[in-house]
């Protein structure tokens, strides 16, 4: 009697092809495929794409953290390319890449994966599987039990914290803030980082800058109104900036502001005159004023009116 389709892939997940220092294996493959269930269970597979996205990094690193030991090192590119070799996980290539791909067995970092890979996918009978709660919660133990036994439960946490913060990013898209304060700093932090950066595209709205390495992110999700005044973690109270303009806009030395004739939306930088173009350090400040803001594609996640004025209001003077 042939085995159910769960059954079978559970005993793929069991056996993944890993590399070994000593007698335990590697993480890396069982860490990348407890992602994408994670994925998956935020909703984010609905078109069966896994692409080598800021989301699937972040969550990876999350788990990474909590299994590596020995000399393990965070290369999730690693993975997401040797995982071909378990039969349920299928490349496909950037267009015109196809044969290059093809001939491709090794690989040596992010930029050779993202140049050759436009995305992964798994088996349809896999994914359908992944999308059933019950079938995934199988699917996961068994990655848990297989290759993190002695992290059984700490593994497990963080696979709850991480369907918390899911909903928590679906609520934030919402727009609804009424029950923002019973949700847990970290994973209402988290969640709103998350549908922020995203909305953004992980460009700074002030600078342009988008710089990503793996899971490394130069931009920050800040909160144009203070949480701790509006308990708005909605987008529109938020906005992607680099680290050095989110520090500015704190201090109140920078703010984004309506442009002329009070029109909120097309929104420009506004500039404290405390800041001063004579001196070097503040050039490169200075010179955004009046420039428009940045702003997500999507008009729903644009800032509100209501968060410019409230940084408009305080910069300094």
């Not at 267009?95 to 093809?102: D, H, N, R, S």
């Amino acid at each position: 009697m042939s085995p159910t389709p769960l059954a079978h892939y559970a005993r793929l997940f069991g056996n993944l092809r890993t590399d070994r220092e000593g007698d335990r294996p590697r993480p890396h493959k069982p860490v990348m495929l407890l992602s994408v269930v994670a994925l998956a269970e935020a909703g984010r597979l609905a078109d069966g794409r896994i692409r080598y996205s800021p989301d699937l990094l972040e969550i990876f690193g999350r788990f990474f953290e909590v299994v590596r030991a020995g000399s393990d090192k965070r290369t999730p590119f690693n993975p997401f390319f040797y995982l071909k070799s378990d039969g349920f996980w299928h490349l496909h290539p950037q267009p015109g890449m196809e044969a290059i791909l093809t001939a491709t067995h090794n690989i040596r970092g992010p930029g050779q994966l993202m140049e050759l890979v436009s995305h992964a996918s798994l088996d349809e009978q896999l994914l359908a599987l992944i999308a059933d709660k019950k079938s995934r919660e199988v699917l996961r133990l068994a990655l848990i039990n297989r290759y993190f036994p002695s992290k059984h439960e700490a593994v497990l946490e963080l696979c709850r914290e991480e369907e918390e913060i899911s909903k928590r990013e679906q609520y934030d898209e919402s727009g609804n803030v009424d029950t923002a304060e019973r949700v847990a700093e970290s994973i209402r932090d988290a969640a709103f980082g998350r549908v922020v950066r995203r909305a953004y595209d992980y460009t700074c709205a002030m600078c342009g800058v988008r710089f990503m390495l793996d899971d490394v992110i130069l931009v920050e999700a800040a909160h144009l109104i203070p949480f701790a005044e509006s308990h708005d973690d909605s987008p529109p109270n938020g906005m992607a900036l680099c680290k050095n303009h989110h520090w500015l806009m704190d201090r109140h030395l920078i703010a984004p502001g309506p442009s002329h004739g009070d029109d909120y939306s097309k929104p420009v930088w506004l500039i404290s005159p405390l800041l001063d173009d004579r001196l070097e350090a503040h050039r490169a400040c200075v010179e955004h004023k009046g420039r428009r803001v940045i702003l997500p594609r999507e008009e729903r996640h644009h800032p509100s009116p209501r968060a410019l004025a409230w940084r408009a209001e305080r910069l300094r003077s």
